[in-house]
């Protein structure tokens, strides 16, 4: 999947009340989905030959699935216990349980996902270079951006910049789906309607009050749509 649905993906999660478990919830959410595409920063420096052959292998095979949620954990542990202290006194401390499950939550959702597209994941790595493909989701889902944005921007849209980024991302969400022939004309009005609807419930302040309900009945729509993609394929 792309950068900006995992993105959602965690953004929805910490929506879910997953955000009160532990101060520095959301942060280890929105990092551990994002942290295995580690390796695109990498394999940056050495070409696309170099690209093609190291993408979803090392950072999203079994062994960093097991290893990344605990450095992220301890990472996020050790930032509050040096820097948080530091700016607040009777504010509750970071705790170092629901950390690791909150990484390892985000890490899976990553790898899960990316197995998901035709793209595939080497879940073996680094014991097996086989590829696994789920065939299910493509690598840019509008349905996933569409049910994964909705939590989010009910939640953080109440300063002027936080709407104008909102404002920012949904135009080119939009135009990368209204841009080419190769999306269906149906798939456009569907998006269309979706994302008025979202502007409509954010400005008449819909469901303000149960974010945690909405983020979870989003996650099992995206849930029940990932189940119907993988049967009708």
């Known amino acids: 999947m792309d950068p900006v649905a995992h993105t959602l993906v965690g953004a929805t999660l910490a929506e879910t009340a997953l955000r009160r478990k532990t101060p520095l919830a959301?942060?280890?959410?929105?990092?551990?989905?994002n942290l295995p595409d580690v390796d695109w920063c990498i394999a940056q420096l050495y070409g696309r030959d170099f690209s093609l052959g190291f993408r979803r292998g090392w950072t999203h095979g079994v062994l960093a699935l097991i290893v990344l949620p605990i450095l992220l954990a301890l990472a996020v542990y050790l930032f509050d216990y040096v820097f948080g202290r530091r700016s607040r006194t009777t504010a509750p401390r970071a705790l170092l349980g629901p950390l690791v499950g909150l990484a390892y939550l985000s890490v899976f959702s990553h790898s899960a996902l990316d197995w998901l597209n035709n793209y595939g994941v080497r879940l073996l790595m680094p014991f097996?270079?086989?590829w696994f493909y789920g065939d299910t989701l493509f690598i840019v889902d509008p349905w996933i951006w569409l049910l994964m944005g909705v939590s989010p921007v009910l939640a953080h849209t109440r300063a002027?910049?936080?709407?104008g980024m909102w404002v920012l991302?949904?135009?080119?969400?939009?135009?990368l789906i209204v841009g080419t022939d190769l999306v269906p004309i149906m798939v456009v009005v569907v998006w269309v309607v979706g994302l008025t609807a979202i502007i409509i419930i954010r400005g008449l302040g819909l469901f303000r009050n149960h974010l945690s309900r909405?983020?979870?009945?989003?996650?099992?729509?995206?849930?029940?749509?990932?189940?119907?993609?993988m049967g009708g394929t």
């Not at 002027?160 to 709407?163: A, D, E, G, H, N």
């Open 26 to 33: 959301t942060a280890t959410l929105l990092i551990g989905v």
């Open 214 to 229: 909405v983020a979870m009945i989003c996650g099992a729509l995206a849930i029940t749509y990932i189940i119907g993609m």
């Open 169 to 175: 991302l949904g135009l080119a969400m939009t135009l």
């Open 128 to 130: 097996d270079g086989k």
């Open 160 to 163: 002027p910049l936080s709407i």
